[in-house]
């Protein structure tokens, strides 16, 4: 249809996009394979300075969008558009629960084909191996790397975390069937390898002994503190029974699962990150990945890293309290920073038992906070072990930990630090950063669209404000649309 109304001379220059430079990658872009992560000896600090950090310089459309294709740029903003429409998002929703999603129908596919090529392919890195590494492709191009998730959903059962863990450890084959460093983390929600019921009974048992340190948990292994002394403990109000046997023999069991996942990832000499979820599992969260964290972490950079939920009042605390534990242990600590995602059923869960919400009063609290972890983690990395991800699409605290990491020296050749945004979402800030100097990587979720759409959706309703808010993004991508369209008809 358009083939007929725009002359093909202005066609091609929009196809290609002839108007603006191609990418070259440069000393301020990352390369194609920056060193991993798990490199044990960053270099020397003189090359550590990134130029020009502090601006991330969103008014040049043309220098950030420069790896973005016409095609692709005109996707993204129809679909931003779209999922910033709260009604298309419900009807979205209701259609992919709906019945006729459950059998194999034309109508079903006719929505499955819609859904792969417009949402799926925006927010996901691809249905196998082979897309997924293409899709990584594609972003290493532009100077971002990739962390890929399994897009899986809570398991109940000791079959379905069998079945979970196989996609995680399949993960690790392709990222490390990929070149090298071009994927930053391999994620793992402990949900998936470890059944919720018993996920829900282990953070019982560990907020009690926090109330009563004389309760004894016999199955503990060592680990770092998972609680503080402002840590709201309302989700158990009566002392727990002990472990059954078989809950034992289960909790054995998801042991194992993790500790096969993080001896694999230890091979592929990929670190692993743990999502965190809600505070009803966090405690148990929390408690594998300490423990794995002491058997895996060794010398300058960490393996398994948590994630600190910043909008929990007790969250600055915690990561200090953790912090130091970990340091007095010899035990190199990486930590995500992330705001949080379940801020309504979380407040909710509160009211509903007539507790205070665990969530900061105001916004304004979760972003200091945030931005105080930020500031405390980059501190610590700067001159010693550690790691940290600063999952954000927050433009001011991208630009405030950019300039903190510029202050302190710290730039993409450390490796201990790496900001990261959603695939599909915060293109303007991920470049951004990523030409000021930073690694930047886009979480992924990859996997066949049958399996992954829960996912996504579940996905989609946590985060209706973070796509709500796309506007920035979508402003300056019809910015440049409109000047790429200009410099191709002049
Ligand atoms: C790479 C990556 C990994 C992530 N991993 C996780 C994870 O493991 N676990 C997890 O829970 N989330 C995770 N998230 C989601 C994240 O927690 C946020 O939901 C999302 O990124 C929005 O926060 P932001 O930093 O981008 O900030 P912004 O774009 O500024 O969003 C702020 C949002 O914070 C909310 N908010 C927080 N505190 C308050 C408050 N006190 N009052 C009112 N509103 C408040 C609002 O809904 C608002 O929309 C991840 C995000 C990214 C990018």
Redesign the pocket.
Known sequence: MATRVIPPRILRKLRYNTATKPFQPSLTSPTLSPPCILDQKPPSTTTLLPPAVADLNFHDVEKLFTCVSTANLLRSTAVLHATAIEPIVDVGTWLMRSELMQTDNPLRNLALAATRSTFFDHFCAGEDAITAGQSIGGLNKAGLRG?LVYGVEDAHDNEACDRNLQCFLHTVDVSRSLPPSSVSFV?V?ITAICPMSLLERVSDLLRWQKKDPSFKLPWMQDSLPIFSESSPLYHTRKRPEPLTQQEESDLELANQRFLELCEKCVQANIPL?????HTSVQPAIDYFTYAAAIVHNKGENPTVFG?I???LKDAKERLLLTSKAAEKMGIPMGF?L??????SSERKLAADLGFASP?????????KC?NDCTSFMLEKIADGPGGV?L???????GKLAAAKAHELGIGKVNHKMEF???YG??EALSFGLSNAGFQV???MPFGPVETVMPYLLRRAE?????L??SGFDRKLMRKELVRRLRAAVY
């Open positions: 962390m994620i929600k990150l743990v999502d965190a979820e994630t939920q910043t909008y995500k992330v705001r949080g995602a379940y801020m969530i900061h009063n105001s916004i304004m609290d979760t972003h945030f991800v999952a954000t699409h927050n433009i001011e605290s990261a945004q959603l979402m915060s990587s886009k979480y946590e985060n209706r404000g973070v709500a808010a």
